[in-house]
């Protein structure tokens, strides 16, 4: 339980930092950008890697048995999710209709395997990136985020919407050997 905690306080503390402009701004000041930079990186990676690494250590609590549908729901959220994911990265129309598509790919993720486990270990994983991705879109409206206003082609889409689905295919057939659940 040590290690999920842990790892979900530096998860969550590194990336609040970068919603507290003033404070953010004072640590760039003293350390400079790329310092910020990679102390950010392996703090949120460290964080990450804890909550994984605990995952199989914490007791097993069962705190709400997954609904009869679900098994069929997660694969529903999950193929936008890997879109939006792609989304985040390549150019694409998808960023004229959402702000935060790689947000939006984390809080469907999180939904999805927040129906599927009802554990204590998988609440605790699940819900922190779930509830940060939340934080982050409120976060970054805050602060003035906009959609992109950028026209492309829609090939890109096409291509963003083909990757998505390999990936999601991908792991729809590698989840058992990676993570030791089937998807179907």
């Known amino acids: 339980m040590l290690y999920m905690l842990v790892g979900i306080i530096l998860f969550v503390g590194t990336h609040l930092i970068t919603s507290m402009r003033t404070l953010r701004a004072g640590i760039i000041g003293t350390v400079g950008e790329w310092p910020y930079k990679g102390i950010y990186a392996l703090l949120s990676l460290g964080g990450v890697v804890l909550m994984v690494m605990a995952l199989d250590k914490v007791n097993f609590t069962l705190l709400y048995i997954p609904p009869s549908y679900a098994k069929t729901i997660a694969p ?86 083909v990757i998505g689905v390999a990936v999601y295919m991908g792991l729809v057939f590698s989840h058992r050997w990676l993570f030791g659940v089937s998807v179907m």
């Open 76 to 161: 529903i959220f999950m193929l936008p999710a890997f879109i939006l994911l792609t989304a985040a990265f390549l150019p694409s129309n998808i960023k004229r209709f959402t702000r935060h598509p790689m947000l939006w790919a984390f809080t469907l993720w999180a939904t999805a395997h927040l129906i599927n486990n009802g554990d204590l270990a998988s609440f605790m994983f699940f819900g922190t990136f779930g509830a940060y991705s939340v934080f982050g879109m409120i976060s970054q409206n805050a602060r003035g985020a906009e959609k992109s206003t950028n026209k492309v082609s829609v090939v890109k889409d096409v291509i963003v919407i």
